[in-house]
């Protein structure tokens, strides 16, 4: 079982920065593997950002390519996204999620995610 609590979101400019923490409680969070989704109002909830338990492999939406990075502290149970050159379009409520990791997992499907956080609201005024 894992609890993770998001924080960070917030109101920015179009252009400005954040950075999401999701905490994880639990002994064994080096073994999760770690993503960030997003949801918009009316929108379907959609992949953001993915993290091996080691924290070797990473994988992004097209969206997030080149503005986004997520990486983790495994000594803190902890799991970042820095998203940078924010647009109105980033507005959403994130959410992390923890997935048992085996190979050949889907790190864009939220259905092979176990775990998710409450959510943390992101709004980029333009």
């Known amino acids: 079982q894992v609890q993770l609590v998001e924080s960070g979101g917030g109101l920015v400019q179009a252009g400005g920065s954040l950075r999401l923490s999701c905490a994880a409680s639990?002994?064994?969070?080096?073994?999760?593997?770690m993503g960030w989704f997003r949801q918009a109002p009316g929108k379907e909830r959609e992949f953001v950002a993915h993290?091996?338990?080691?924290?070797?492999?990473?994988y992004y939406a097209d969206a997030a390519k080149g503005r986004f990075t997520i990486s983790r502290d495994n000594a803190k149970n902890t799991v970042y996204l820095q998203m940078n050159s924010l647009k109105p379009e980033d507005t959403a409520v994130y959410y992390c999620?923890?997935?048992?990791?085996?190979?050949?997992?889907?790190?864009?499907?939220?259905?092979?995610?176990?775990?998710w956080g409450q959510g943390t609201q992101v709004t980029v005024s333009s």
């Open positions: 999620a923890a997935a048992n990791f085996r190979a050949g997992i889907n790190p864009y499907r939220a259905g092979a995610y176990a775990y």
């Open positions: 639990g002994r064994t969070f080096s073994s999760y593997a």
């Open positions: 993290i091996r338990p080691s924290g070797g492999n990473t």
